[in-house]
């Protein structure tokens, strides 16, 4: 039969006719439900880019967000997290931007999570910038490294930019944000408002020449601040989950903490 294939499509080689059909008779052996996680793994972007939907949250998707944010920062910089419940009181405050609260489902499954909030930059002579913020931001953890964040967030930037903000500002770990275009805040002056330079606050234009020329202090929305107390409470709500202390965890105090000279 692959001879017979080989007839009809002479580009493709033998030997990757006779891979494919000897994958085909072996993942009907091994794997019979097509559907299985281990499936879409086994064959990446052939199978899991088919049925991606990018699309705004919506009230019954607040719990399964609020569950794969806590699934996916469960003891990652701290024992436990805190980010569902960053997510579940985000969306009643004002600098929350509905718009670009997006979802990123596979064959109608929601398997990730955007949220930005407003917030400012602002100059020595008080000229002040608005711009944008995202986080929390996060992808299953059965899904994560396959490709989906990145979509996510580069369609979450691109809207972003649609509605007219010129900046985005983050703080997050430059090996996961340089690859989608963000840079260091040194490359646009914009400092902290303590006029420090994180190592972890990072910037990205979305409109050419947005920060040139000035020097800039970055403030967060109020909307970020909220009670640890207020977040265990609301963490009772979710099934139980062991926190403990692991790597990942010393890795975030010491980025954290790190400011550029």
Known sequence: FALYVSALF???????????????????????????????????????TTNITIRTEQPSDYRTVETIHRNAFWNLYVPGADEHYIAHILRDHADFIPELDLVITLSGQI???????????????????????????????????????????EASMQQAADLGYGAIVIFGDPDNYVARGFQSCQKFNVW?????????????????????GQKWFYHESPAMTYDPADARKFDEGFPEKAKHHQASQEAFYILSHSILK
């Open 10 to 48: 002479p580009s493709f080689s033998h030997t990757f006719i006779i891979t494919f059909f000897w994958l085909n008779f072996s993942l009907k052996i091994f794997i019979p439900n097509k559907s299985s996680p281990e499936l879409q793994f086994f064959l990446g972007d052939l199978i899991l």
């Open 192 to 212: 902290a408002a303590d006029n420090t330079q994180p190592t972890a606050m990072l910037v990205k234009e979305l409109q050419p020449q947005t920060l040139a």
């Open 111 to 153: 398997i990730g999570n955007i949220m930005y909030t407003k917030s400012k930059l602002v100059t020595a002579t008080g000229l002040e910038k608005p711009i944008v913020t995202f986080g929390p931001v996060s992808i299953t953890p059965a899904y994560q490294r396959r490709g989906f964040g990145k979509q996510l967030i």
